[in-house]
Structure formats: C-alpha cells, structure tokens
C-alpha cells in the first residue's frame, strides 16, 4: 500500500497508518468519531491525519522520534495519534492525572522530539516542562496549533518508510520498581493485538464503541477504539467518567460496546439512571478489565440483561492476553479466561522457573507477537522483565482442568486502584521527600470501590513531630489522586524478614485491621450523627 502523506514511500504489512487511510477509501461518508456531539467522518479524519503527518515530515520529524502529547480524549489527540502512525514516529500519551513533579519525570524518561499540549492541561505541562527542563518545541494540538503550523525539529531526520518494528505507542506504566517505565509498542505489536480483539470479540461497521477510559492508557486504544477504526465503526469519546452521563450516552448514542474497569461498572449499577437506562440499552459487549470483578458485579449486570466480559492482559502484551465470554463468565465468578489467538501462556514454578501441565498454579507467563519491544532507554528492567521470548507477568494465577485461569495473587507488590496500577516504591519514594520522614512503606487493602487502596506506614526521623494529616497534604502535593494512600500510620519501625527485607505481608494485615477499624469508627459516627449524638469533637 502506498500512504497518501508521501507517494514515495511504501508502508509495512502491519503499519497502522494505512488502517485509517484504507477505511477513508471504503467508508469515506461513515463517522469515525463522535466528540460531544461533534462529529468527524473518515475521510476528514484520514486527510486531517495525513496532512499533519506531511507537515511534521517537512518539518523534520521522522521514524526514530517520539511525539509527547498531554491531552484529554479528543478528536484532535487521535488525529495526531495517527499522523504518527502514518509518519513512523512513536505516539507517547502522558497522564494529566499526575502532579508537575510526576509528569517532568516522565517527560525526562521520554525524551520527546515534540511536545503536543491541549489548552485545558496548558498550566499542568508548563509547570512539568519547567521543571524538567525539556527542550523539545512545544505546541497546541489541533487545527489551529501543530495542524496550522509544525515548529522545526532540533534534529532533522532522514525520511525512510515505516516499518512494522517501528515504535507506535510508549505507554508509560507503575511496575514493582519507583520510577515509572516506558512500555514500548511497535506497529506489529498492535496489529496482533487487534487481529487477535477482532477474533475473540469482533467489532462491525454498525457497531457503536464508548471510549472512555483515558488515552494515556493502552486499552484506550487497543482495547476497541483501533479495531473500531480498522472496521469502520463509530468511536464515541467521553472525557471524563460520570456514571449518569455515561448511561445517557449509551442510550442517546445507541451504544453497543464498551471498555471499562470494575469501578466504573460498579457505579454504573448504582446510578439512579441504572434501572430507566439498561432494559432498553442497545449495548451487546461489555468488556471489563484492569481486575478481577466481583461476583455481585457481574451478577448486577447479569440481571440487568448484559453479562460483562472479563478480560485480563497488561501493557507489555499491548495489552490483550485472556477474555472470558459474558455466558461463561457469568457462570464462573472470578474467572478471566482462556487466551486470546495468537497468544500463547504458560504457569511456571516461580521457584524453579519449571514450566507446570494440567491443573497448576504458578506465575503467568506470555508470549506471541503483540509482546512488546521492551522499556524505553532501559535494557535491564527489559531482561528482567523476560525469559528468553517469554514475558514475566508478575501475577501468580490458578489453570482449572478446562484451561481456564483465575489471578491467584500478585508477586510483584503494585496494586490496582480504580483501575490504575500503583507502584509501592512510587509512594514511598514520595512520602520520603518530606523532611521528617526517615521510611515508608506502603501496601494495598481491599475496597469495596476502588477495588484496592494504599496504606501507608511512615517511620519518622529521629526526634520529628509529624503527623498523619500532614503527611497526607504532603502526598496530595506529590502524588496523583489515585496514588495518594487512604490511610497513613505512624510507626516505630518497619518490620522485617530474617533476611532484612520488608515483610509487606505482615503489613498488609495490619492494613487490613487499620481500615476495618476505621471503617467502623465512621459508620459509628454516622449512626451518633443520625440519632443526635455528639460526634468526635463536637460539643454539646
């Protein structure tokens, strides 16, 4: 095929830039985004893509460079998505969840040649540009910005073809480590995580896709929207989640498939639109991922009409790896399913590193096309995340006789929040650059909401006053909202294994006992509040 931004150069098989210039040829008059209510077809996203990728090649951008982009879901943010798709640049999407201190660290480890900005988080990426002291031109998204004009390149690059192993997406992502890492994606890596999404649970031209979950995370691409693109769908993107205004767009859009978390599903059962909204609601896909759900989840939205399907992947796998079928996972409470095609997965003794048959519980391993091509800039985290072609998932899962796997634990020690990973070492790291903090140490707890949320153990330096109130400001100043711990508890030590590492497991009891303890102080002074009684100072 040759891309219509230069008929010189011919694109690899698996490229994703010809996806949306093939399907501006077939469908040209069919919408390919809804953006509140406005509307895009494919043939005004697929010239809008092509001319920015002509004008950021002109300018001297080229495969090899990374495009940093701070953006809400937009039509704009996917317009350049796949300008560099079209072009061979890598696409980097960065969290607007995260602090100035948190977001200059990732855009240090990106080294972007551009730096792409959408007016609303304009005051966050100047702060974190200030403070990383990046030096790569900085411009608006859209058709008044980097559209209109393109600032020249610091290094010119020599144009080439795109190829399949070219770098599409760096997804950066909490690990077991402090420092958040860069996933890298190729154009292949892509390719087969959608051929295998459009096997398992395929999307049609008619089809309707709800994107909501962020576009600085992987399933907000792979995870529907691109194979909707590839089919010729209609993606509808929402920015934020609002439970009720979701239900309003499943219904007024005629919605008929979705991506979400646990959390999201479970406030959407609980909005008062719930019962008016699903009896009538068009949808007939709902996958769920970023956990495991909970039997009452799927029993809610089983009655309702729609059982959800489980899926469980992470980025590194681009980031599909095992789906459950709604039928099946309606009967198989904490199941997350078999492999998707073209994947392959193996439990192996985390001791021995010995591959384990049949029934076996044992750390999840994977590997196929859609791997990725490593961590950007760091060769060691990469071999440590490997064994030979293989991937170390770090979660520790269950196969059942059927070939049906559960997640047992997980080795690695970052938990899940509302869908958004948590590296311990991240927040203790934070919790540490306050004056009076000697140690930290911090662990997940179950939640009925969020799925889990971080307590934090803070040792103070010697002779500090500190207290748990201020420490909580000074993680709110630090951290992003979902890192920030519910619970912080002030202690002597930390405890430790025979061998001087930090016994987490002892923690996490002791976690478990804080939050049930304060659990029942609130609801205890809710029921003084309803009766009349004093509560915790008040007076009376």
């Not at 059927?402 to 948590?422: A, P, Q, T």
């Amino acid at each position: 095929m040759t891309s219509t931004a230069d008929p010189d150069i011919d694109d690899g098989p698996h490229t994703i830039g010809r996806w949306i210039v093939d399907r501006a040829t077939r469908s040209p008059e069919r919408i390919a985004i809804d953006d509140r209510g406005v509307t895009t077809d494919y043939v005004t996203l697929a010239a809008r893509a092509t001319e920015l990728a002509d004008a950021l090649r002109r300018a001297g951008y080229g495969p090899g460079d990374r495009i940093a982009t701070v953006s809400g879901n937009s039509t704009d943010h996917v317009v350049a998505f796949f300008a560099c798709a079209i072009s061979g640049m890598a696409f980097v999407p960065l969290s607007w969840r995260l602090t100035p201190r948190e977001l200059a660290d990732v855009l240090t480890r990106a080294e972007p040649a551009l730096v792409l900005i959408e007016d609303e988080h304009a005051a966050l990426a100047g702060e974190a540009l200030r403070v990383a002291a990046v030096a790569a031109p900085v411009a608006l998204l859209g058709t008044t910005g980097v559209e209109s004009s393109a600032p020249r390149a610091a290094n010119p690059r020599r144009r080439r073809p795109v190829r399949d192993d070219d770098p599409l997406l760096v997804i950066f992502t909490s690990g077991s480590e402090a420092a958040p890492k860069g996933v890298v994606l190729t154009h292949a890596n892509c390719f087969w995580n959608n051929l295998a999404l459009a096997q398992a649970l395929p999307l049609g031209q008619d089809d309707v896709v709800l994107a909501m979950l962020p576009q600085f995370h992987v399933a907000a691409w792979n995870c529907q929207p691109l194979l909707a693109w590839w089919v010729g769908a209609t993606v509808v993107l929402e920015r934020s989640f609002q439970p009720t205004r979701v239900l309003q767009l499943i219904a007024d859009r005629h919605v008929t498939a979705m991506m979400g978390v646990p959390t999201q599903y479970a406030m959407l059962a609980s909005d008062r639109e719930w019962e008016t909204t699903m009896p009538a609601a068009s949808l007939r896909l709902a996958l769920v991922g970023g956990a495991t759900m909970p039997a009452s989840l799927q029993e809610a939205w089983t009655a309702s009409g729609m059982p959800l399907t489980q899926g469980y992947g992470l980025t590194e796998a681009a980031p599909n790896v095992l789906h459950l079928p709604a039928a099946e996972a309606a009967r198989a409470p904490g199941a997350v399913g078999r492999p998707y095609p073209h994947v392959s997965v193996r439990v192996v003794d985390p001791a021995s590193e010995l591959p384990l048959e049949g029934e076996a519980t044992g750390e999840l391993w994977v590997r196929g096309p859609s791997v990725f091509a490593g961590y950007l800039g760091d060769d060691a985290a990469t071999a440590r995340a490997m064994s030979g072609d293989w991937l170390r998932t770090g979660d520790l899962v269950s196969r059942d006789a059927d070939g049906v796997f559960r997640v047992v634990d997980r080795l690695k020690d970052i938990f899940i929040s509302g869908g958004e990973n948590v590296a311990p070492a991240e927040v203790e790291y934070a919790l540490c650059l306050h004056p009076l903090v000697a140690a930290a140490a911090v662990v997940g707890v179950p939640d009925e909401v969020w799925g889990e949320r971080g307590v934090a153990f803070v040792v103070p330096a010697l002779g500090a006053a500190v207290s748990a109130d201020e420490l909580l400001a000074h993680a709110r100043r630090n951290l992003a909202a979902f890192k920030v711990p519910v619970h912080v508890e002030l202690v002597d030590e930390l405890p430790r294994s025979s061998i001087e590492k930090l016994a987490r497991s002892r923690l996490r009891d002791r976690a478990r006992v804080l939050v049930a303890r304060s659990s029942e102080r609130a609801d205890g002074e809710n029921g003084r509040a309803a009766t009349g009684a004093p509560t915790r100072g008040e007076t009376r």
